[in-house]
């Protein structure tokens, strides 16, 4: 006679799938893969086996309110899993081509949202324009004739960041008083609506974000100035770097300063950092980014982790994350469009029914030695970010690398002339395909795209495409004739499209597309146009 079933297995197998349902997805697959009537609930739900994939591609599910265009969990399940297959197969020969405008050839570019945003800082002009938009997506389209831009009289625009999922445009103003005596410089951070005729956006605390005082050199140096504008959320961080020398090449250091806003709720901010670095060599050696909504990076010879939770006080350090070499010309990559951080986007993210967990994405990190001979690209997993067994609310602790960076990343020897893509936990990079010489001619390099999907569930079921790569690799630092080993586990596919340094000087990468802006031929700086690979 067959035994009955007692407690938690003699409930309904609804009611088993709903209680389930409310278990991370690792706990919900160490059950199901240890009780045989566990695993057939598994099987015949779809809700849970969408938990699952969605926790193991490292998202976050968005809620279907929309009444009127409900999506089956079942529906949404095969659309996630197709996603997924569509990237591992990594056909990028089909593409589409769009055209910049001529006067926007030499601007400064950006991704933003499906949206491509132009600045351009010498007409004083910039424009916004959706990418081959969906019918489903949110537009936004506009230019601003040169002139147009700040509304603070007798100021210029040197940065501008758009956002169409919260229709906001912020734009750095700087103005000088030559009155006051040389270089009195007064910045402000000028707001408005993407869509707005100038007046204040409907959810700002004002117009005007008001910058603390500016830290200055010493009269007589020379300086080089460099800034950078970014938001995500409710925040708005301006970073301004100062390098600074006597009249050679060599910077005696650099000052930088960043502050940041919570632009809903102040025009004011207490939020500031400030430093000094020494000897920062050519080019920024600073660098910053947002790990979701209370935290944030300074990237510099090492990883400083802060907390922002309150912006009436300066950041609080959480944690120092030693680099295993000292570097410099630092590009930190850490898009965050996809990122349910306000109720503009999370309203656009039900659209596309999930989103990127900002605990577990990837982070890429472009540097060179200080002795400029060698170039690595860092791909971190930010969840050593967020792990509270890393130590990283220990205060001042410094966290060396042997103790987060082999397990929790991957080192790859970059190429200068070539970019890097990231998009939640996948990395798009170029490679040469043969082994290049040092005396090779750049420009007569190819080159072939890698596609590296870093989520846990790429690397257990790549459906027979692409290479599992799990053991470890090693590189060769040149200027301190030392190893670095690293071990992050990825699934890799290599396009068989050729392409020539000149087609990949940048990489964008959303979930849905590839982005390849290509060079001007008669401009070398410049770009004129935009190759769309739809994924």
């Known amino acids: 006679m067959k035994s009955r079933s007692t407690g938690f297995l003699a409930l309904a197998e609804e009611l088993q ?116 938009p969906k019918p489903s997506q949110h ?28 229709n906001l445009i912020a734009i750095a103003c700087m103005i000088v008083d030559e009155t006051l005596g040389m270089d009195d410089e007064r910045l402000y951070i000028d707001l408005g609506a993407l869509d707005g005729d100038g007046g204040v956006h409907p959810e700002a605390a004002g117009k005007t974000l008001f910058v603390s005082k500016l830290p200055r050199c010493q009269d007589g140096l020379y300086t080089i100035e460099n800034w950078k504008l970014e938001g995500l959320g409710r925040y708005i961080a301006f970073r301004r770097s100062l390098l600074v020398h ?42 910053f980014c947002f790990l979701g909504n209370d935290r944030l990076l300074i990237v510099s010879k090492d990883l400083k982790l802060y907390s922002i939770e309150d912006l009436s006080e300066a950041p609080r350090l959480l944690a120092c994350f030693l680099m295993p070499v000292s570097v410099t010309g630092i590009q930190c ?8 951080h306000s109720s503009q986007l999370q309203m656009q993210a039900q659209r596309t029914m999930w989103t990127s967990d900002p605990k577990n994405r990837i982070l890429s ?9 060698d170039s690595f690209t860092f791909i971190i997993s930010t969840r050593i970010f967020f792990d509270s067994q890393a130590g990283v609310f220990d205060g001042m602790a410094e966290i060396p690398w042997e103790c987060w960076g082999p397990l929790n990343a991957r080192v790859f020897v970059h190429s200068w002339r070539c970019r890097v893509g990231v998009s939640g ?7 040469p395909v043969t082994d290049t010489a040092a005396e090779d001619y750049l420009d007569d390099i190819d080159y072939k795209l890698h596609m590296m999907d870093f989520s846990p569930l790429a690397v257990e079921r790549r459906q027979g495409l692409g ?41 964008w990468v959303d979930k849905d597309r590839i982005y390849l802006p290509k060079l001007d031929l008669e401009d070398s700086d410049g770009i004129d146009e935009l190759e769309v690979i739809e994924i």
């Open 139 to 166: 537009k936004v389209e506009r230019d601003w004739p040169p002139g147009s831009l700040c509304s603070i009289p007798n100021a210029d625009s040197i940065e501008v960041f758009m956002d169409p999922a919260q």
């Open 246 to 287: 006597e009249g050679g090449y060599k910077f005696g250091e650099e000052i930088w300063f960043l502050q940041i806003w919570d632009w809903q709720q102040s025009t004011t901010s207490g939020c500031v950092l400030s430093d000094i670095i020494i000897n920062p060599e050519v080019g920024e050696s600073l660098d």
């Open 333 to 340: 990559l850490l898009p965050m469009d996809d990122i349910a």
């Open 425 to 431: 936990n996948r990395v798009l990079q170029a490679f």
């Open 17 to 132: 799938s709903y209680i389930l349902s409310f278990l991370p997805h690792q706990d919900i697959l160490r059950c199901t893969s240890v009780c045989k009537a566990l695993r057939q609930t598994y099987m015949s739900s779809s809700e849970l086996q969408y938990i699952t994939e969605l926790g193991g591609q490292q998202l976050l599910p968005v809620p279907d309110t929309d009444l009127n265009n409900h999506t089956s969990i079942s529906k949404r399940l095969q659309l996630l899993r197709d996603k997924a297959h569509a990237w591992f197969k990594f056909d990028i020969h089909s593409f589409e081509k769009i055209s910049i405008p001529e006067q926007f050839h030499d601007a400064k570019t950006s991704l933003a949202d499906g949206h491509l945003c132009l600045f351009n800082e010498d007409e004083q002009s910039a424009k916004i324009f959706p990418i081959l």
């Open 467 to 507: 290479k599992v790569v799990t053991e470890p690799s090693t590189i060769e630092i040149t200027e301190s004739e030392e190893t670095l080993t690293t071990s992050l586990p990825y699934v890799e596919v290599v396009s068989d499209r050729i392409f020539g340094a000149s087609q990949v000087t940048d990489i």
């Open 365 to 373: 990190l472009i540097t060179r030695t200080r002795d400029a001979t």
